[in-house]
């Protein structure tokens, strides 16, 4: 029988990334149970800007491979989308350390998302 290495690439990666998701329902426990307190934010915040990042890059490498239609435009605010994403957890992460609700506070930039906006301007090439 012969190997399927890409095939198994892949495997690979869809079990790393369901394996984030799944990491993300413990830490939401975590984070239910210690609230307010500076570990299970940061947890959280790390957690969410992992899985994030990583669908991010399977996103990126299944355009590179051409496994995926995706237009410059649609893949511009996905970088854009989860890059404001990632950076709001991972701003987050140092603030927790101070004043731990506050942190969790901080997410709610997740509702102010510029994406769609700034791709739409770095489309149509006006400047800021």
Do not use: C
């Not at 990334?17 to 993300?24: E, L, Q």
């Not at 329902?25 to 959280?44: C, F, H, K, N, R």
């Not at 102010?112 to 090439?125: F, H, I, M, Q």
């Amino acid at each position: 029988m012969k190997r399927r290495e890409g095939n198994e690439i892949e495997f690979g990666r869809i079990v790393a990334f369901s394996d984030g998701v799944f990491a993300i329902a413990i830490t939401l426990l975590v984070l239910g149970e210690y609230g307010g307190q500076t570990p299970s934010v940061v947890l959280y915040s790390v957690n969410l800007a992992a899985v994030v990042l990583v669908g991010l890059w399977m996103g990126a490498d299944a355009r590179r491979r051409g496994l995926t239609s995706v237009d410059d435009e649609t893949h511009r605010e996905t970088w854009i989308r989860s890059s404001y994403i990632a950076g709001v957890f991972l701003l987050s992460v140092p603030l927790a350390f101070l004043a731990p609700r506050a942190a969790a506070y901080l997410w709610l930039l997740l509702f102010l998302d510029p994406s769609g906006r700034l791709a739409r301007r770095a489309t149509s090439g006006a400047g800021p």
